[in-house]
């Protein structure tokens, strides 16, 4: 495995957040020593459990995953993995499911678990440096290590431009809103009615990040992210109508980024062959997978000029 390029480093990165998941499991069945399931995915790679980061309920939904010996070139020293929603465990379920509302309504920042999150995030890269720290998460996860990834990107020091080289890989992110151009048109020009017209600075602040995006067009929770990239051209864009009816910042929408799409063509069209690929379309398996159609863009905004692309080898 050469983890100089993209498609092996998503392979290793998607194992851990599978790793993570597992965790949870091994946690909801009393799984220990021998019984776990979950130390393959991180062993495989020459790495082991630092510690599991618990919410407040008890629920295991992250994790930090450190080296066991001298890192090598183009690999971490440390890796934080963020799963998605828990769907094994009724309580937990509900409690994800709570969580999931925080990121439509714009409050995940508010929750436990995103301070606890940053906090891990924050020693992983205090101790090691922000050079040798991945950060990893799948849907409801991938949210979250988005939200941190931006938060420190800002803390970096809100030079616009300057590299912030925290490797994220978000797997199947959720993009809450449209991305109908009227429907941001006029939501624009609502924000500007309300007064909310001067946030493009503070929403470049974190553009000297480029986090991976790796999306699946067939995957209608976090499809949009082509269409919001490829209008990323448009002033507009960055607003949504609850961002400015709340007078909140959208927590999935971000400046810059490297947008990996899922291309694999869909299986023959037969109804259960659909079913399933919808499914896949936004499951974590897919992207270990080293038999699938990448393409990827880096998408790098500016206030003047607004945005550039530029096609990324994969």
């Known amino acids: 495995m050469d983890l100089s390029n993209i498609r092996d480093q998503k392979s290793v990165a998607a194992s851990f957040v599978r790793g993570t998941y597992v965790l949870e499991l091994d946690h909801l069945n009393n799984r220990q020593g021998e019984a776990a399931l979950a130390h393959p995915w991180s062993e495989s790679f020459g790495f082991e459990l630092s510690k599991p980061l618990v919410d407040d309920h008890g629920d295991i939904f992250g994790a930090v995953y450190r080296r066991k010996q001298h890192r090598h070139r183009h690999q971490p020293s440390c890796v934080v993995a963020f799963r998605g929603t828990n769907t094994k465990d009724i309580p937990g379920f509900v409690t994800d499911s709570i969580l999931n509302f925080r990121i439509w309504s714009y409050t995940l920042e508010e929750t ?71 429907w941001r048109l006029l939501v624009a020009m609502l924000a500007v009615g309300m007064g909310r017209d001067n946030d493009q600075s503070a929403f470049a602040a974190s553009s000297c990040w480029h986090p991976h995006l790796f999306v699946h067009p067939k995957d209608s929770l976090c499809r949009r992210y082509i269409d919001y990239f490829d209008q990323r051209r448009m002033h507009t864009a960055q607003y949504t109508a609850r961002g400015v009816l709340l007078r909140a910042e959208p927590t999935h929408l971000i400046p810059s980024a490297v947008l990996v799409v899922n291309h694999t063509p869909a299986p023959r069209p037969k109804w259960k062959h659909a079913v399933t690929y919808k499914k896949e379309a936004h499951g974590i398996y897919q992207w270990w997978s080293s038999h699938i159609q990448l393409k990827a863009h880096q998408y790098t905004f500016h206030l003047n000029p607004p945005f550039s692309t530029q096609e990324v080898a994969i």
Not at 118 to 130: M, R, S
Not at 137 to 165: C, D, E, F, I, N
Request: proline share 6%; net charge positive.
């Open 112 to 182: 436990g678990r995103f301070q606890k999150a940053l906090e891990a995030v924050l020693d992983a890269v205090n101790d090691l440096g922000v050079d040798n720290v991945w950060i990893a998460g799948h849907s409801q996860g991938a949210a979250t290590a988005l939200l941190v990834g931006k938060s420190m990107a800002r803390m970096h020091g809100r030079g616009v431009g300057v590299p912030y080289p925290l490797k994220a890989f978000l797997f199947n992110p959720p993009f809450i809103g449209s991305t109908n151009r009227v």
